[in-house]
């Protein structure tokens, strides 16, 4: 019986502890005052509206949604046939292919982003932006392949056999008959790829130059140097940001069922 | 199961390729740098970094405080996926959906949080101040303690989430059965509950584990420069000492360790569900 009277308690005390400081940083970004405190200094949106003044953010802003979108992208036109042939092919070697493509998420970000940094940028002078868009590729290609993995797996390979004996060819039963009821699968992996994206630190640590500078980077730095409401403020609106995208995908197509 | 071997490899090279050519190769090239010196394979890098004090001290620092946030989330873990799962449904799928939340906001805000709640002026020093307890404010961010804390809130919504599937795949009546045969709640946790999620737990802890070990923004933002962790002395290697075979070597034993705790956490799944 105790148990069941610790439930409640036990629940507000989590909540507090998960959600409450999402809650203070919400409360700290309206305060009218000059320096980070609570509770806020009275109430106002100078801080909310002076993010959108700073440049360095909006460009980094712009920066972190091109990686976020192109990158995902680009992982899954790699991941959905790489996923597609493991699914549905007898694949020599397939283990080791399934071994490589997931590997990104168990190598912490900070070591890929030096590697690249070491190797790719500094002897042939390669192309921060790309390099950045090439990390960010691969750091979502394991989760592009595992959810389009699991979407396909659970999809009777019969129609598309089917499809192929009616005279189809196999693209065309690709296209036809697998894309549409992978679909929701594949919107997913985009929206979990972007968040993973969007919201990476590490591996862009080292992938930083004039000009060119992921957001969540550029708060860093901010942070370090200032200490005003300004980055509760950012934090608050992207965190509003995250939860309407991943609200209305759970809406709309039932995110979690593919996660 | 089609069995042209030609396009099932057209299809799935090049993923493969890209992640061997961008990820696997200069990774690799990377971690072979901490064993060579003048073109000679050597541990000399090794030997070298574990000689200094403060690089043995962030070793062990890292490796404590992950056990520690292991250890703590599973505890807090299991209370809560047991509260959550003796919901009615409707709370059940709202409470998973605010334990959910907090993995899509972005870490660096999650982090910043705790800067308002333990700063100078924050809330924990105001309330400790207006109190009379203490007429300075105290130091509270730029300690363990603190890195701790933002840890914890960071992954702890990973080993609830493996704890409620673990819980809920669990037979309905064991607890009910156990508690009739007259065991204890800690018995009933013990000799039932525990063994039962075992595999729940181990996954848990394993991406609470590596989580904690291989964290950036944390220590970064909540230890800075007082409190070091292997990954932001690897940082301040690369970009205040330039010193890269050093790097190397965070480099290596960061990847050890995650593969390490994997594996033996993998074996100890399955190893207790043997018996």
């Known amino acids: ?259 | 199961m089609f069995q042209n071997r030609a396009e099932a490899l057209a299809l799935a090279l090049p993923a493969a390729i890209f992640a061997a050519v961008v990820f696997l190769l200069p990774v690799a090239i990377l971690l072979s740098e901490g064993f060579r010196s003048d073109g000679a394979w050597t541990l000399a890098a090794y030997t070298d970094f574990f000689s200094q004090t403060l690089n043995r001290t962030v070793f062990f620092r890292t490796f404590r405080l992950g056990l520690e946030v292991t250890a703590v989330s599973a505890i807090i873990g299991y209370a809560a996926a047991f509260a959550i799962v003796n919901l009615p449904p409707k709370g059940k799928g709202r409470m998973i959906g605010l334990v959910t939340l907090p993995l899509m906001i972005s870490p660096v805000a999650r982090t910043y949080a705790w800067i308002v709640i333990l700063g100078r002026t924050g809330i924990v020093n105001e309330a400790i101040t207006g109190l009379g307890l203490s007429a300075e404010p105290l130091r509270l961010l730029f300690t363990e303690t603190a890195v701790f804390i933002g840890l914890l809130q960071l992954f702890l919504p990973l080993m609830i989430l493996s704890l409620i599937s673990a819980l809920e795949n669990m037979p309905k009546d064991a607890i009910a059965a156990a508690r009739v045969l007259g065991a204890n709640w800690f018995q009933v946790f013990w000799k039932v509950i525990l063994p039962l999620t075992r595999e729940g737990l181990v996954v848990g802890g394993t991406l609470v584990f590596t989580g904690s070990l291989t964290a950036y923004i944390t220590p970064a933002i909540l230890g800075g420069s007082k409190v070091l962790m292997l990954e932001t002395l690897m940082y301040q290697q690369v970009s205040v000492a330039n010193n890269f075979v050093s790097a190397s070597v965070i480099a290596f034993i960061l990847i050890v360790m995650s593969f390490a705790a994997n594996i033996l956490l993998k074996r100890l799944a399955t190893a207790r569900n043997r018996r």
């Open chain 1, 1 to 259: 019986m105790s148990i069941r009277l610790l439930s409640p308690v036990v629940l507000f005390l989590l909540l507090v502890f998960l959600i409450g400081p999402f809650l203070i940083i919400i409360a700290a970004s309206l305060s009218a005052g000059d320096t980070l405190a609570f509770p806020p200094q009275g109430l106002s949106l100078r801080w909310v509206a002076k993010v959108f003044t700073i440049d360095s953010f909006r460009d980094s802003f712009a920066m972190s949604m091109f990686l976020a979108v192109f990158g995902t992208l680009a992982a899954l036109i790699l991941g959905i046939p790489a996923a597609y042939a493991l699914a549905r092919y007898r694949l020599p070697g397939s283990e080791t292919v399934r071994t490589v493509v997931s590997l990104p998420i168990i190598v912490p970000g900070i070591i890929v982003g030096l590697a690249l940094l070491r190797y790719l940028v500094v002897p042939f002078g390669f192309n921060i932006t790309l390099a950045l868009f090439f990390a960010h590729t691969a750091l979502v290609l394991p989760y592009a392949v595992r959810v389009v993995s699991a979407s396909l797996g659970n999809l009777r390979s019969d129609i598309e056999e089917a499809a192929v004996l009616l005279g189809s060819s196999r693209l065309g039963a690709f296209f036809r008959v697998v894309m549409p009821n992978i679909r929701g699968g594949i919107l997913a992996a985009f929206i979990l790829g972007f968040v993973t994206s969007f919201n990476q630190v590490p591996v862009s640590l080292f992938l930083s130059g004039p000009g060119v500078r992921t957001l969540p980077i550029d708060m860093l730095g901010y942070m370090e140097t200032t200490y005003d409401p300004s980055i509760a403020a950012l934090s608050a609106l992207l965190a509003f940001l995250s939860i309407g995208i991943v609200f209305l995908a759970e809406r709309f197509l039932g995110f979690s069922r593919y996660v």
